[in-house]
């Protein structure tokens, strides 16, 4: 009996290593599946990729484009399958549109919505991460002849969904203008245009029992615009307000220093007045034109600027709205790209965070929260004189910037590295990018009444090395690196959580492997 066993050892042997792969196995996926959901769960920004552009990108480049720039979430207005495929094998999470001369068509046949999510969603998930689907783009205001086939084809689409097994995955909802809600101000007055009511109702009944969200697109620009001196730029802006003037919702007195989270609570407000409470807001576009015609004085760099790098913040800040303090809602931007095609007036082609040739439309100030758009090339941005103004004023800036404006001076002292070429301009050059270093960067802080300008060129000379370089921080690097020997604190890349991302299916395969050498050693 004694020889049976042994001769049965590596038979149990093997069956125990069979078991515990397959039962490794399924934690991985199940891992990798928790992993999904928890990303998917963290409030992000995400941007809009609009193709009215010259010489658009390849799916390929534009791919290559979004990862070097760490976005990680876009939304297209079509189902490009070029573009789909080329995300494969990629983290980005994207939304699909079905354009709104497509309704028709698939409201009408459930064969239709089945043969479009087959063609358009099914061929590409799990490869492309698809999480949503945005049927057509304010139908209810912009074409209400369509209104009555919005929800029929949502429905229609979610079906195939089912069918595929892909309705926990992918969600499904359709785009709102802002001007569906009447009275946005205050929040808890909105309520929704009683006119739509018949289909926004059901509509909003569907989001709430598939789980799915109130896609909103929400722009304080143009609350502004149609407002102008009862609404505060500064308030449009996110930007810091006494709270003297922030608005006050006179029913919940609740305080509101951004219009966005007003326009947000207001649609929660609206869904309340439906009874509905646990449908989430997704802002599916906001932004500000860098660009406008002359009856557009407020579409700015310097507007588009702090609008959108305040808003990146907002929404990494994860402090929610002030009636939903308990959540944050994610944001995509409008836009990627400036989409030059477009018709009349400029700010319409004017809202991209990049040119379709990929260089900056203007640099973004949000370093620090995390790793989304690598495009913030604040940290290597100097403020210079300008050319061809006069010496005396610009020692009159140069004075400024050195007295009351509290920059550091001392490297154009005589002697110092920084003194030669002794001129006003080389000088002012220098105190001017202290200055704008000293401010961080925010916007404004490079004008010294319009004689200074921004640049990317990094002005330091021989041993001068300005207060912004590259240089400057490789040394001050350099200096710590002895002591910094020990690395980073964790394995992986660090959250805007301030997280360490070290994968759980990464660390069940090495628990696979302990276990199996731990079997073989029997």
Known sequence: ???????????????????????????????????????DDQPFVGVNIGSDVSNFLSPTDLVSFLQLQKITHIRLYDANTDILRALARTKIRVIVGIPNNQLLAIGSSNATAAAWVGRNVAAFYPETLITGIAVGD???????????????????LYSALVASNLHAQIKISTPHAASIILDPFPPSQAFFNQSLVPFILPLIQFLSKTGSPLMMNLYPYYVFMQNKGVVPLDNSLFKPLTPSKEMVDPNTLLHYTSVLD?????????????????????????????????????ATIDNADTYNSNLIKHVFDRSGTPFHPEF???????????????????????????????????????????????????????????????????????????????????????????YQPNNVKSHASY?????????????????????ATITTTDPSHGNCIFPGSKKRSKKTKAARSEADTSGAAAVGTVRATGRPEVSRAYLLVLLLASITFAIYEL
């Open 138 to 156: 304010e139908v209810l205001t912009t074409v209400p002849s369509s209104a009555p086939l919005l929800l029929p084809s949502i429905q229609s």
């Open 262 to 298: 007003a326009m947000i609570d207001a649609a929660y407000f609206s869904m309340k007045n439906l009874n509905i409470t646990d449908v989430v807001v997704l802002v599916t576009e906001s932004g500000w034109p860098s660009k406008g015609d002359s009856n557009e004085p407020y």
């Open 328 to 418: 944050t809602s994610s944001v995509y931007i409008y836009e990627l790209f400036n989409e030059d095609l477009r018709s009349p007036p400029v700010s319409e082609g004017s809202w991209g965070l990049f040119y379709g040739n990929t260089t900056p439309a203007y640099l973004l100030h949000v370093s620090g929260i995390g790793t989304f758009l690598a495009n913030d090339t604040t940290n290597q941005t100097y403020c210079v004189a300008m050319d061809g103004v006069d010496t005396k004023t610009l020692q009159a800036a140069l004075d400024w910037a050195c007295g009351p404006g509290e920059a550091n001076c001392s490297d154009i002292q005589p002697g110092e590295n920084c």
């Open 1 to 39: 009996m004694a020889d049976s066993k042994l001769d049965n050892r590596p038979t149990t042997r093997m069956s125990l290593l069979l078991l515990v792969l397959f039962t490794v196995l399924i934690a991985v996926e199940a891992a990798l599946v928790a992993e999904l959901k928890e990303d």
């Open 431 to 451: 105190a001017f990018d202290s200055y704008y270093q000293k401010e961080g960067k925010v916007a404004g802080s490079c004008d010294f009444k319009g004689i």
